[in-house]
């Protein structure tokens, strides 16, 4: 897999083509793309934290962004390969739902225990405010976290 980095692999074309709603084609040319901008065929955190905070120009979106990151890199490599990449952009434009509530449901938990407690809340929640140059008050959180903790455990669960 990692001998020709200028074309596709088979297996993750294949892999693509039946997880995300691209063609071949399409997968091709975001390929090429994604090669242009990470020519070692992965992108580090620094390399996705400086692309978002291009998209934020107002606020400081370091702290979203890296949580971003950590969700995209389903291996823990600290690296964001051309699969995660391709997967995470059809989950985050074009997932259904459940895939869109499971990939923030990720993003939320940033400890990886399978729930959310208030603080990974308001990380996430500030993370989000600084990036669109915005004061955040700690209420939001408070408001967010009560509306889906609804069995009031001081956790929410990817069920809730």
Known sequence: NKSSKSSIAGEDLTFLMRNTNKTAEEIKEWHKGFLKD??????????????????????NADNFSENVFRTFDTNGSGTIDFREFMLALHVTSSGTPEEKLTWAFRMYDVDGSGSIDFNEMKRIVSAVYEMIGADGDLGKSHELFSKMDQNSDGLVSQDE
């Open 38 to 59: 990470c020519p070692k065929g992965e992108l580090t955190k620094d390399q996705f934290v400086s692309m978002y905070s291009k998209m934020f120009p107002s606020g």
